[in-house]
């Protein structure tokens, strides 16, 4: 595992693989983790980056970033790497945090996978918490020690924080900014992240195509990993060629 620094800041990550670049940006309370049952797969057509974002994971004894803030953190350690068009692939939070950092590398950034995404997402902090049993129980039970443990790592105080960024941010003029091939997945169980804010992400952002694997809650890479995995990897391989007409995928 490295490193990136920036002031105060330390940003993990790992490497695994050869080939044009993958990021992997986990969600709310999450952390490299929660890619495991991927990384395998595209590490062997791709080097793929997991980054652990300020304040989770590796990168815990930090404060949350604002978006913009973690983006630009995010963009310079790209550019750092001299990664070449790199693909995103961010989950809920990620895929959040994904969409600003394509708003500041505009053409630079190769394809958008956008998991699930919060960026709609609005209302009260308490709600989205009253929905998180049912979101545990909808998805792999297996799952949830890692949950746990990373929820531990991270802490109330920044949990907190970070689910205020995201209840009170609003980046919808974003979404006609992007002009990076993008791709959109959703699990058809998803009760933190509906649906028919996938549907709204798909009006919003031009070419878009938007997938829903049957059967699997918010965190779809994982409880649906081989359906995710078959889907995503044509895309990462080729962005452009791949048709924009969005269909269910079924488990």
């Known amino acids: 595992m490295g490193f990136y620094r920036q002031g105060k800041r330390r940003l993990f990550y790992t490497e695994q693989g050869s080939g044009p670049p993958v990021i992997l940006i986990h969600g709310l309370s999450g952390s490299r983790l929660w890619w495991r049952r991927n990384v395998p797969v595209l590490a062997r057509e791709f080097r793929v980056y997991t980054v652990d974002l300020v304040g989770f994971g590796r990168s815990w004894r930090q404060s949350i970033l604002p978006f913009a803030e973690s983006a630009a953190l995010l963009a310079s350690w790209m550019q750092e790497l001299e990664l070449k068009e790199p693909r995103l692939v961010g989950h809920s ?102 649906g028919t804010l996938g549907e709204q992400m798909r009006a919003g952002i031009i070419g878009s195509r938007l997938e829903v694997i049957g059967g699997a809650g918010h965190n779809v890479m994982y409880d649906r ?27």
């Not at 746990?148 to 802490?155: H, I, S, T």
């Not at 889907?231 to 488990?251: C, I, M, Y």
Request: no cysteine; glycine share 6%.
């Open 225 to 251: 990993a081989a359906e995710f995995n078959r889907l995503v990897l044509p895309f990462l391989r080729d962005p452009k060629g791949t048709e924009s007409r969005g269909h269910r995928a079924e488990s």
């Open 93 to 194: 939070m990620g895929a959040h945090t994904a969409l600003y950092v394509a708003a500041v590398l505009k053409e630079q950034i190769g394809a958008l996978v956008l998991v699930a995404a919060s960026t709609l997402v609005h209302g009260e902090w308490w709600r989205m918490a009253t929905r998180l049993p049912l979101a545990g129980v909808n998805g792999a039970l297996d799952f949830l020690p890692t949950l746990v443990f990373d929820a531990l790592r991270a802490g109330p105080l920044n949990l907190y924080r970070a689910t205020q960024a995201i209840l009170h941010d609003d980046p919808t003029q974003l979404l006609a900014e992007v002009t990076a091939p993008t791709l959109l997945v959703w699990g058809e169980r998803d009760v933190l992240v509906p």
